[in-house]
C-alpha cells in the first residue's frame, strides 16, 4: 500500500461531493480514477494532495514515506492546468524538478531524460506559449514526474493529444510503473483505463460503487459469456441462450452447470462448422453505464 483513504468525506455547503469514501492504492500499479463529470474524483484528488482538508476521515501515506511533505512524495498532473506559458520548456522542467527536492544534476539527467522519452528536446528551449496544445499537454505530464516521485496522480493524461502521443505518453506511465512508481489516473476514456489500469476505483455522485482488480471486475461482469463463430447459424440447445449474433459470431451464456468442454463435446456431435471459440470481454465503458445507471436509479 502507498497510499490510504479511510472515510473520508467532503461537502460544498449541502452538496456532498465526496461520501465516506475508504480505499488503498497498491504500491507500483496503475489505478484508474473513474467516473461520470461531478463523481467527486477531482474534490478526492485535492484531499490526497492536502488542497483540501477532508470534513471526515484521512489520507495516510506509507509509513516509508513521510507524510509531512506530502506533496514533495506525488507528482500531481492537475485537471486545470497551470504552467507560466512566457518561460521557456525546458527551464520550467528544471525549476519542478528543484522544486520537488531534486539535485541539480538529477534535475537536469531527469528533465532531458523525460524531454527525449516524449520526443521534445527540439522544443526544450522555446517558450510554453509557442507550443502547441498537445506539446503543451506534453510538458505538463513531464511536470508531474519530473522528480520521478513514488506516487503519481494524473488528472486526464491524455486530453489533447494524437494517438501517437497517447502512445507515448501511456508507454512512459507504463514504464515508470514497471519501475515502482504507483499511479493513479482519472481518466473518461474507458479504453485507455481498459488497456492499462490494474485496478480500479469508479465513483458516482461522491461514492465509491465499484472497486477492484481490472481482470477480475471485468471477468464479474462479463459472466458464462462466449462468442463462438460458426459458418452457420447455431441450432437451439439447452446448454445456452443465444443473446444475439454479428456475421459469423454468436454471443451465447452457457446454462448453469454446462462447462466449456460439455459445449464443445456438444458442437462436434452436432456438426456444427465451429471457428473459435472464446470467452466474452465485456467492455470496461458497458460495466461504467451499467452501474452508474444501476445506482441512479435505487
Ligand atoms: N470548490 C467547489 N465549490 C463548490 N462545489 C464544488 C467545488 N468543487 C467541486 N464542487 C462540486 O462537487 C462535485 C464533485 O466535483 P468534482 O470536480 O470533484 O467531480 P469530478 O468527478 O472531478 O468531475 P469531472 O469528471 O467533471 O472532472 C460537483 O458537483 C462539483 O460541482
Known amino acids: 500500500m502507498i497510499l490510504s483513504v479511510d472515510g473520508v468525506s467532503k461537502s460544498?455547503?449541502?452538496?456532498?461531493?465526496?461520501?465516506?469514501?475508504?480505499?488503498?492504492?497498491?504500491?507500483?500499479?496503475?489505478?484508474?480514477?473513474?467516473?461520470?463529470?461531478?463523481?467527486?474524483?477531482?474534490?478526492?484528488?485535492?484531499?490526497?494532495?492536502?488542497?483540501?482538508?477532508?470534513?471526515?476521515?484521512?489520507?495516510?501515506?506509507?509509513?516509508?514515506?513521510?507524510?509531512?511533505?506530502?506533496?514533495?512524495?506525488?507528482?500531481?498532473?492537475?485537471?486545470?492546468?497551470?504552467?507560466?506559458?512566457?518561460?521557456?520548456?525546458?527551464?520550467?522542467?528544471?525549476?519542478?524538478?528543484?522544486?520537488?527536492?531534486?539535485?541539480?544534476?538529477?534535475?537536469?539527467?531527469?528533465?532531458?531524460?523525460?524531454?527525449?522519452r516524449l520526443h521534445m528536446q527540439d522544443v526544450a528551449n522555446q517558450k510554453i506559449e509557442k507550443l502547441s496544445k498537445g506539446n503543451q499537454q506534453k510538458i505538463q505530464v513531464i511536470a508531474a514526474m519530473v522528480a520521478k516521485p513514488p506516487l503519481l496522480i494524473?488528472?486526464?493524461?491524455?486530453?489533447?493529444?494524437?494517438?501517437?502521443?497517447?502512445?507515448?505518453?501511456?508507454?512512459?506511465?507504463?514504464?515508470?510503473?514497471?519501475?515502482?512508481?504507483?499511479?493513479?489516473?482519472?481518466?473518461?476514456?474507458?479504453?485507455?483505463?481498459?488497456?492499462?489500469?490494474?485496478?480500479?476505483?469508479?465513483?458516482?455522485?461522491?461514492?465509491?460503487?465499484?472497486s477492484g482488480e481490472m481482470g477480475a471486475v471485468i471477468e464479474q461482469f462479463s459472466g458464462n459469456v462466449l462468442m463462438l463463430e460458426t459458418s452457420d447459424e447455431i441450432p437451439p440447445s439447452p446448454l445456452y441462450r443465444l443473446i444475439g449474433r454479428e456475421g459469423k459470431v454468436s454471443r451465447i451464456e452457457l446454462a448453469e452447470d454446462i462447462t466449456v468442454q460439455a459445449l464443445l463435446h456438444?458442437?462436434?456431435?452436432?456438426?456444427?462448422?465451429?471457428?473459435s471459440l472464446q470467452p466474452y470481454r465485456v467492455p470496461l465503458s458497458d460495466i461504467f453505464i451499467q452501474e452508474v445507471s444501476r445506482h441512479e436509479t435505487r
Open 12 to 116: 460544498f455547503g449541502s452538496l456532498k461531493a465526496v461520501n465516506n469514501v475508504s480505499f488503498e492504492i497498491k504500491k507500483g500499479r496503475i489505478c484508474g480514477f473513474l467516473g461520470p463529470n461531478g463523481a467527486g474524483k477531482t474534490t478526492l484528488i485535492r484531499m490526497i494532495m492536502d488542497i483540501y482538508t477532508p470534513d471526515q476521515g484521512r489520507v495516510t501515506l506509507a509509513p516509508d514515506l513521510t507524510d509531512h511533505d506530502r506533496k514533495n512524495q506525488i507528482g500531481y498532473l492537475p485537471e486545470v492546468r497551470g504552467l507560466y506559458t512566457k518561460a521557456k520548456v525546458r527551464e520550467t522542467l528544471l525549476y519542478f524538478a528543484r522544486l520537488k527536492g531534486l539535485s541539480k544534476q538529477k534535475s537536469v539527467e531527469h528533465t532531458d531524460f523525460f524531454l527525449e
Open 154 to 210: 494524473l488528472d486526464e493524461p491524455f486530453s489533447g493529444l494524437d494517438p501517437v502521443n497517447i502512445k507515448m505518453v501511456s508507454d512512459l506511465i507504463t514504464e515508470l510503473c514497471a519501475e515502482g512508481v504507483s499511479i493513479v489516473l482519472s481518466t473518461h476514456q474507458m479504453n485507455q483505463a481498459e488497456t492499462f489500469c490494474h485496478d480500479i476505483l469508479l465513483f458516482n455522485k461522491g461514492t465509491l460503487i465499484l
Open 266 to 275: 456438444w458442437l462436434v456431435w452436432s456438426g456444427v462448422d465451429t471457428h
